[in-house]
């Protein structure tokens, strides 16, 4: 699948992880620690970069593309327990202060790839 997000050689890297981590069953989110850059972890969630970052968004270079994911295996929103709603939106404020854009697809919707629940966390160059 050719995304209009990314980069077409970042695009194929990312397609080829997909096909291989749907057919081991591997979760990529839960095993963060041992397949990604660490930007920083909090009680319930951590920060990683984006191995397949976006090159562009609202027609703007991306700076800085990071992921926010939740330390256990939560699909939904609704799965958040309070300390991690509290949490989650403790973190997101302060990116959104940081004129961050910030960024989830719905768990129902086709373009998710990844089941885990990630939150998209990216800086334009409009906004440096
Ligand atoms: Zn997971």
Known sequence: MVSKYR???VDAAY?????EN???????FCHYETNSVIIKEFNNFAIVENKYPYM????SPVKHHYLLIPKAH???FKQFSEEEKQEYFDIVGMFELSRYHVYARGVLVAERSIK???THLFLTTKNC
């Open 74 to 76: 939560l699909i939904t």
């Open 15 to 19: 397609d080829a992880a997909l096909l």
């Open 22 to 28: 749907a057919k081991t069953g591997f979760c990529v």
């Open 7 to 9: 980069d077409p050689a």
């Open 56 to 59: 562009e968004w609202d027609a």
């Open 116 to 118: 885990h629940h990630h």
